[in-house]
């Protein structure tokens, strides 16, 4: 079952969500509840099933059993960019655009001059370094600022000045009321979270919060 609800609620409520692959058991009735304005970070070892966790979040999975409820828009950050290596920055940014029916770029543009991006937008996204293209597929996630946002190890390639410039740009979407969630196998990256989750067996629990 996979709905949204028709009352006010938060941006994102799974309740015993299963998910299998044939007899792999991957996720073992997951509950959690994603708040406004939250920033939340999912952890666990490699294999444990996080990125099926958020595949499953945002609606590219179905679970199997369970119910998966979501309010307002979503963006989605996954680990592998989604972007063409034959068309530049800006014709990303204008397919986007067209695709979320926004007016303009603009906040595009501003996204990318926060992550210290300038000056690309005539570069194809293939001759971009591995870092800069992540910078674009997380950018192509955020144009429409949605009320959640879902990033699996959004920051894989990020120089140290990048990787500082994200975290504030999470934290500021997170005081706007955005619910912003980050898989992260960092240890020292755990401080930026209000509440972090591990996910171990197929369950999710909560771990360290942030003081």
Not at 1 to 11: I, L, Y
Not at 72 to 88: H, I, M
Not at 151 to 177: I, K, N, S
Not at 181 to 209: A, I, K, M, P
């Amino acid at each position: 079952m996979d709905q949204k609800w028709s009352r006010p609620g938060p941006p994102l409520a799974m309740e015993q969500v299963w998910k299998s692959y044939g007899r792999r058991t991957v996720l073992r009735g997951v509950d959690v509840v994603v708040e406004p304005g939250s920033l939340v970070g999912v952890v666990g070892e490699n294999g444990a099933g996080k990125t099926t966790l958020l595949r499953t979040m945002v609606g590219e999975l179905a679970p199997d059993r369970g119910a998966v409820h979501r309010q307002g828009e979503v963006g989605y950050c996954p680990q592998d960019t989604v972007v063409n290596p034959l068309l530049n920055v800006a014709q990303h940014l204008e397919l986007f655009r067209m695709a979320y029916r926004l007016p303009d770029v603009e906040r595009a543009r501003t996204l990318l001059g926060m992550l210290g991006c300038e000056g690309v937008m005539e570069q194809r996204a293939g001759t971009l370094s591995g870092g800069t293209r992540q910078k674009l597929n997380l950018v192509l996630a955020l144009m429409h600022q949605p009320t959640l946002l879902v990033l699996d190890e959004p920051y894989q390639g990020f120089d140290w000045d990048t990787h500082q410039r994200f975290w504030r740009l999470a934290r500021r979407l997170r005081d706007g009321g955005q619910a912003v969630v980050v898989v992260s196998h960092l240890v020292h990256d755990l401080r930026h979270f209000d509440t972090v989750y591990e996910l171990r067996d197929g369950l999710l629990t909560e771990g360290v919060r942030a003081t």
